[in-house]
Nanobody
Framework: VQLQASGGGSVQVGGSLTLSCQVS????????VGWFRQPPGKDLEGVSA????????VYRSTVKDRFTIFGDSGKNTVYLQMNNLKPEETADYYC???????????????????WGQGTLVTVSS
């Protein structure tokens, strides 16, 4: 199983970016993808999660009205569209996956078995 994260970059406050997480080795419908981020000097935190077998994603409360997570089954890819970005959201963003395409009950890092490399998002004021 491999996860390839991409799409990071530098934007100004209020800008937008869309991150991509291309998954190989897992079948659509049978896994869940989570996006996590680690701001400089801080702990890893969950941002959003998407089950490829259930249509109800979850979001961190602080991003719920600005970020959208969605998937493309044909590309086996999960995206995180981020709008109105804030400086405090500067971080390395990671996508991760675990087996199971059912409803998402929690977004804990210890649930995720497979991890992609980070992609850096920098939001400048």
């Amino acid at each position: 199983v491999q996860l390839q994260a991409s799409g990071g970059g530098s934007v100004q406050v209020g800008g937008s970016l869309t991150l991509s997480c291309q998954v190989s080795g897992l079948n659509w419908g049978d896994y869940t993808v989570g996006w996590f981020r680690q701001p400089p000097g801080k702990d890893l935190e969950g941002v959003s999660a998407f089950s490829t077998g259930d249509p109800s994603p979850v979001y961190r409360s602080t991003v719920k009205d600005r970020f959208t997570i969605f998937g493309d089954s044909g590309k086996n890819t999960v995206y995180l569209q981020m709008n109105n970005l804030k400086p405090e959201e500067t971080a390395d963003y990671y996508c991760a996956a675990h087996h199971g395409g059912g409803p998402i009950v929690a977004m804990r890092r210890d649930m995720y078995v497979y991890w992609g490399q980070g992609t850096l998002v920098t939001v400048s004021s």
